[in-house]
Each structure stands twice: as C-alpha cells, then as structure tokens.
C-alpha cells in the first residue's frame, strides 16, 4: 500500500502523477521539480526518488480542487473546458506561435474552438467554414491568421504597429527554407568570426567557471530550492550577502578583460538597454541581414535577430518581461536560485533562435493549408480593407472581391494595461519602424479612470463600425475581453450589435509572477435583431 511518506523512484513518480491529474506527466517532469526545488531529492542506495508526500502537496490544485478554487472566486459561470489546461506549453506555443515573444496574445487553442467546425456542450453551433474569410482587426503576433490558416480558412489581420504586422505576416509566410538556411549559416559564420578575437567570449567562460564554484557552494542543486521553499533559509538576507560576496570575483575580471559595461550614452532603449559588446554585435549582425537579396528571408532572420535582442538585454532573468533597471552586474537571480550574470554576447541565442525558427517554419509547413493570409499595417478605425489588401496581397485581394468575411476573431488591447509599441522599442529603435503610439486604443499612458474607458469605448466603437462595411449580412464577431468595467454592452450598441453570447474562460498562469484567478470573457456579437442574451 502507498503511503504519503513511500519513496518512489522518477519514472514511479511520473506514472504516479499521470494517473493522479488524468494528464501525462513525463520522467523529465519530475526532473524538473527536484531541480527546481518543488520537491526533495532523496538519494537511496545510488537511485534517486522522492516522497509521496511531496508529490501530493505539489499536484494538490489538480483533481478538481484548482476549478472549485477558480469558481469560487470568479463565478459559477466559468467554463472550465476553456481553460485548455490538458495541454502542455509546447503545445499552446506550437510551431510558428513561438517565432517570437509578445504580451498579451492568446492561446491557438481557443482560436481554434471557435473557428473549427466541433460543437459540444457550450459551442453549440458552426460559425465558420473552410474557404471562410476571418478578419483580426487587433492581430497583435498573428494568432487568428496562423489557426485560421491550419484550418483552411483566409484571414486578414490589421495592426496599428508595423513590427506586430511583420511578426505575424512572417508567420503565415511561405518560404524558400534553403535559402533562409543558407542566409542564417553565412551570418553564423560571420558573426562567429567576428567574436572570435574578442576578449568577452573568454572572460564570459571565465566568469561562468567562477559563478559555477561559488553557485556549487552557496547554492547547491536541489538543496537550496528545496530549503528555500520551506523556508529554512530568509532568501532576501542570504541573497545580499552571497551577491556582495561574489562581487569582487566579478568586477576583477571585467577590469582583467577591459569589458565596457555600459555605452557612452543612454538617449536611446538601445543605448540604455545594451552593454557595449551585445550592441557592436546587434549591429553587425543587422548590417549582414541588409546584404540578403530575397525580402522574406531578409524578414525572417530579422525576426531572428529581434528575438535574440530581446534575450538580451541588461536585465535579470526574472525582470525580462517586464523591465525594471539595466543591470551591469552579476546578482542573485530568484528565477534560478543562485548568483546569475548579464551577457555580454548575442552568439549563444542567436545560434539558439535560429535553429528554433528554421524546425517551427518546417513544422507549420507540414500543418498549413493553400489559403492566404496577410496583416495589413494601419488603423482599424478608418483602413480601406478591400482596397489595401488588393495592393499587399493580390489573391487574397481577388478572394475578398468575391465573398465578404464571415467575421472576426480577435482580442482587442485591454484600457491601460499595455504599451504595445514599447514592449518592442529595441526593435522599433534598430529597423527603424515608425511608431504610432498615439493611434494606440487604450494606452498604458492614459490609464483606467472614466476619461480612459469612454475614449476606449469609442474606440473599438469605430474599428467595429468600420469593419462592418466589410462582412457578411449573417456575420459572427468574437471578442475576448477581461471586461471588468462593463462597456462591451455599450460598444455593441454603439455598433448596432448585440451579445447573443458570453463565454467565460478561466485564464490559467498569465505570468510567472502572477497566479491569482482570473477570467476573460469571450464575446459573441451579431447584427442586432432585438433579443435578448444568454450567460454561457
């Protein structure tokens, strides 16, 4: 018989889990929570295994208990199969979804349920069909486009930021792989070149090799995480001490090294936000992408290159989504447990992200369908849909003039949670984008008092109204929104739309710093006809 304090060994622990949470739970995700300290090692007889008991305080918000939380906090009315919690990362990060990061976009899968052609329980009719045109008026990374696209479906995305629309128009691109393979190993080559003579490559494998010593002895693995999380050990006094400890280490080698920690001046995200060293290399690797004749590679391995930058900047790991102060020194990082460094190359993670990029362009290939898809750069509120898609996008421009689109499936940006042309000013800074932050519909800047949500309202008030010239007589609209300040009933009024339906949806680890309940609320709008709406 099993008991709360049996020892079972990974690969019993992994068919343990599996079994418990009615969900695959893999040898290396065991791994994963010994490493990470979620749960102890033990070491018996040269095998390694873990307590059942640590294995069950772990997986408590499994088995149910995690969706009585969730309701008991948000509502009843949540419908927990839109959670998507069966499926892994990998899986709600599949192929091109991944090409490269942005906030605020959702999951494939819940495009998906309300593109595809399934009925159950809570969708109970087909909306949209293969050979259908869905419109994204929000694109964001272009996550409407690429599902509809494996689907077998048109799309038309518009974004007002023109480095979303070449995230997304890079997505759904077909492409000459050779050549992008080709292009990426002639700028490998010469970046690698580049560096070989430089001094940080060997300063950053001396460095690694001191931070290796000292993390073995002050923050040895599982040990420490494990400590940590029972609270043995007070994390903010051990961690200020063992960075002030480290700190000599450090900067004696970057004197040893001539390393340049900061640039000259800071006028700039790029000047702010880079060592020196990462910034000669952006810069050369930038000049080569200039050198690619064929405009999609040349795009793609931009994207590549933004990626990488993003990797890269002077921040800690666990500041990385959301920047707080360029750091230039070596510190004690709460996402590893242990004494971290900046980088001071961008050699490892573009090696990195260009392999990733190549294998997910290969894997959407075998997925997508003879469709087309395009992102469009401009305003929702007043673009010319038909005429500009013509000019961009010649056969999707002759499809469009043949059949109006269905409908729409988007996310439109939330009152004041998101600057989205800053989360990518690295790259607005180094392409040199023109930015149009002033046509963005509900800013960071201008917050969430009532000034803000009627400018809001009438905001996406005019994209739908726009839009409309374009659908068909019998079209679906679907919005996902967190509306906690309830103007979705008056934008669709505003609109001459009603709700026919709401579903609610659980939203499940937005971020790492984040795990409260919270929901967002899926809008189905039509032309409004005078009935009522039901609660789903």
């Known amino acids: 018989m099993i008991g709360s304090n049996t020892l079972l060994t990974i690969k019993e622990a992994s068919e343990w889990a599996t079994s418990h949470i009615g969900k695959h739970v893999t040898a290396s995700n065991i791994s994963y929570l010994i490493q990470y300290g979620r749960v102890q090692k033990i070491e018996h007889n040269g095998i390694t295994q873990v307590l059942m008991n640590d294995l069950m305080d772990y997986y408590k918000s499994y088995s149910g208990s995690r969706e009585i939380s969730f309701k008991q906090q948000l509502g009843d ?19 091109v979804h991944r090409l490269h990061p942005y906030k605020g976009k959702f999951i494939p899968q819940l495009v998906e349920y309300f593109l595809d052609s399934h009925v159950d329980n809570f969708k109970r009719e087909i909306f949209f069909h293969k050979g259908d045109i869905i419109l994204d008026p929000f694109s964001g990374s272009g996550t409407t486009m690429v599902q509809a696209c494996e689907l ?27 050549n992008v393979k080709a292009e990426i190993n002639r700028i490998t080559s010469a970046l690698e070149n580049y560096v070989k003579d430089s001094k940080t490559i060997e300063f950053e494998e001396r460095l690694l090799n001191e931070l290796n010593v000292f993390n073995n002895q002050y923050f040895p693995v599982p040990e420490y995480k494990y400590r940590l999380r029972k609270g043995e050990i007070n994390e903010k006094e051990y961690a200020a001490r063992k960075e002030q400890q480290f700190l000599p280490i450090y900067m004696q080698l970057v004197q040893e090294y001539g390393i340049v920690l900061r640039q000259a001046q800071d006028d700039s995200f790029l000047d702010k936000w880079y060592s020196q060293h990462i910034r000669n290399e ?73 392999k990733d990029t190549i294998a997910r362009l290969l894997q959407f290939d075998a997925l997508r369908t003879d469709t087309y898809q395009y992102c469009l750069t401009g305003d929702s509120r007043a673009i010319d849909i038909a005429q500009e898609i013509i000019k961009r996008n010649h056969l999707l421009g002759e499809i ?11 996310s439109p940006p939330y ?74 009933p008056t934008i669709a009024d505003n609109v001459g739309m009603e709700i026919v339906n709401q579903f609610r949806r659980p939203v499940l680890n937005r971020t790492e710093k984040d795990k409260t309940a919270y929901s967002e609320t899926i809008f189905h709008l039509k032309e409004k006809k005078g009935t009522t709406y039901a609660t789903i």
């Open 77 to 95: 009315d949540l419908n927990w199969a839109l959670s998507f919690d069966q499926y892994k990362e990998s899986e709600t990060t599949k192929h």
């Open 152 to 178: 077998g479906m048109h799309a038309i995305g518009i974004d007002v930021s023109a480095f979303n629309a070449l995230i997304g128009n890079c997505k759904v691109m077909k492409y000459d792989i050779a």
């Open 400 to 410: 469009l003039s043949k059949q109006k689109i269905k409908g729409i499936f988007s």
């Open 415 to 488: 009152v004041g949670l998101i600057d989205y042309h800053e989360q990518h000013a690295y790259a607005y800074d180094l392409f040199g984008f023109e930015r149009k932050d002033e046509l963005e519909i509900g800013p960071l800047f201008k917050g969430q008092k009532k000034e803000a949500q009627a400018s809001y309202i009438q905001g996406i008030s005019d994209v739908l109204n726009n839009c409309k010239r374009f659908l068909a007589d019998d079209y679906h609209v679907f919005l996902v929104a967190n509306d906690k300040y309830n103007m979705y």
């Open 282 to 354: 952006i810069d050369f690797v930038f000049n080569e992408i200039k050198k690619i004749q064929n405009l999609d590679t040349k795009k793609i391995v931009t994207v590549v290159l933004s990626r990488t930058m993003r990797s890269c900047r002077a921040t800690t790991h666990a500041d990385l989504a959301t920047l707080l102060e360029p750091i230039t020194t070596t510190y004690y990082c709460r996402k590893h447990g242990k004494i971290c460094k900046p980088l001071f190359s961008i050699l490892k993670w573009w090696k990195t992200y260009s």
